[in-house]
């Protein structure tokens, strides 16, 4: 069978990651396959296990990066986030196009493991519209979205290391390219 292939969906925090794959996913006839992160964060409200993330401790987190199962991690505004290897290496031999929605240091880590990845950044209309988007989630303190907010600045910066920008304007047209793209890459 032929391997799918590995797409790289990154952009900063806020910018509207989740939502855009969610509609990429209603597409079936682009095979894809979620790559389900771990995280060290704590869940928000409407999250679940084994869906959203694999929610664990610092500890068990540590545990996976010193026997080398994560394809790559990162740290992330005090939070750990990382892509476990095994899950995306069997999605990819059963010919799913894997996707995984990561932010910009693990995305570097993927690229230069993985050089045919199809590398995509998000980029919001405007960092106005990101901050909006940001605190419309209201489940975080101010502290936490201002680190968010600069980091998003810093991840912006990177945007020219991918093989595409999409600017998310809008959910519809940003999947739309985005589909056009992954098919055009198949
Ligand atoms: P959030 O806390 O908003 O769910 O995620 C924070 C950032 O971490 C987002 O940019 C998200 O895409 C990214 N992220 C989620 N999972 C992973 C992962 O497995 N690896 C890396 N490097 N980043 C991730």
């Known amino acids: 069978m032929k391997k799918g292939l590995l797409i790289i969906l990154s ?4 910018v509207g990651k989740g939502t855009v794959r969610q509609e990429l996913f209603k597409d079936e006839s682009l095979n894809l396959a979620y790559s389900i992160s771990m995280t060290t ?16 401790s610092e500890e068990e987190f540590k545990e996976k990066i010193e026997k080398g199962e994560l394809l790559e991690y990162a740290q992330f505004v005090g939070n750990y ?6 899950y995306v290496d069997q999605l990819l031999s059963e010919g799913k196009n894997v996707v995984l929605e990561i932010e910009v240091q693990g995305a570097l880590q993927v690229m230069a493991k993985c050089p045919h990845a199809l590398t995509i950044f998000l980029v919001p209309p405007s960092l106005e519209e990101l901050e909006r988007r940001i605190r419309g989630r209201r489940t975080e303190e101010e502290s936490i979205v201002q680190e968010r907010l600069a980091k998003a600045r810093k991840e912006i910066a990177t945007k020219d290391e991918y093989k595409y920008v999409v600017e998310n304007d809008d959910v519809v047209a940003a999947k739309e390219k985005i589909a056009k793209i992954i098919k055009e890459n198949l």
Do not use: A, L, M, N
Request: glycine fraction near 16%; avoid cysteine; hydrophobic fraction near 20%.
């Open 11 to 14: 952009g900063p925090s806020g």
């Open 41 to 56: 964060r704590k869940p928000r409200p409407t999250e679940k296990e084994g869906i959203d993330y694999f929610f664990v």
């Open 81 to 86: 986030y990382g892509t476990p290897q095994f």
